[in-house]
């Protein structure tokens, strides 16, 4: 889902996208310039990664009808937002605190997720009937707790990379986190400590250790490995909660011991790991034709909400027959259609202003900004003048 990065997260000094120098006068260009030099194994990544979190929020009403997509549910909630959450790591490892890059934060995390936490508000007052919802800052609604949770770990990405063991020492975050029924839920601080690994996790990776888990050995393996990981959900689906995968929750809040709490994290975290490392090994590494909606998924992420919950007020789930095996087939389809649709470029220029706004009047320009460009020899109707994006 979403939870999960999307186009909000800035490419990192190693990473497959690179600076792309932007002419004042082609914003188009620019644009252009910078898809090509996209990697198109994460963009196909994360939007497999964007359809299976569609996917997830269209089965939650079908579940409790249905053994098979309940196991399913749970088995995708399993890696699902890790996957993402893990991407979004490893893309946000050049996030060094200085002005620019916490300017990006600012506009594509921080604004979006002020507007869309008052937008599902606003949306769910009508269609879960409950007119005096207040607008909380401090409490995500539904999806919006990836926003608020990005926001944190970006922020302290400088002290993970600055230590010896950041790994071990995010996943003793986490279990300390299930340790307490009293976090509270302002900006869901629960998922943002449980989750916190995932995002390390992908602060530490490398490009080989995608390549690694991309070889023929690891692709057969991860078949046989998913299968069972099927297999297991579906036999455990009657005996135990999946809730340990939402990251949301206390041990006490689940209704286990305090110290079973540590005990899950690490279990789930490895469990989790290993599905990542399966869906990872297996997503495409060319340009296919869903590549370039790679580019797009946080808007497909923010906006198939408001599908998700309307389709519930609508009565879209009324139907018998969507209840039946034919009828979880067909919500799986239209899921992945809507929010495919949801990722394409005409919809993105459309919301472009509240998912990536242009914000520049409301800060101060750096100082290289503001330096003197020699004049230069140039083609008649040209500009002179760049600016770089990192």
Known sequence: MSQPQTTAVAPAKDAPRTAVPETAGSPHGAREARAKQRDAYFDNAKYLAIVLVAIGHAWEPLRDDSRVVSALYNFVYAFHMPAFIVISGYFSRSFDASPGRVRRLVTGVAVPYVVFETAYTLFTRWTDGVPDRPISLLDPLY?????AALFVWRLTTPL???????????????????????????????????FLPYFVLGLCLRPEHFRLVRRWPVRLLALPVLGGAVAVSYWAEPRMTGAWFYHRDSARELGASAWFGPVMTLAAFGFSMVLVACFLSWVP????WFTALGAGTLYGYLLHGFVAQGSKYWGWYSPDWIHRPLGAVTVTLAAAAVVTLLCTPPVRRVFRFVVEPDMRWAFRREPRERLPVPAQPREP???TGSRALS
């Not at 790994?167 to 998922?191: E, F, K, Y």
């Not at 590494?285 to 296919?288: D, H, S």
Request: no cysteine.
């Open 160 to 194: 993970w990379q600055r230590m010896r063991w950041p790994l071990p020492i995010a996943l003793t975050v986490a279990a300390l986190a299930t340790l307490s029924p009293s976090i509270g839920n302002d900006l869901d601080l629960q998922r943002v400590l449980q």
């Open 285 to 288: 590494g060319r340009r296919l």
């Open 143 to 147: 999806l919006t707790w990836f926003l």
């Open 381 to 383: 109707g040209t500009r």
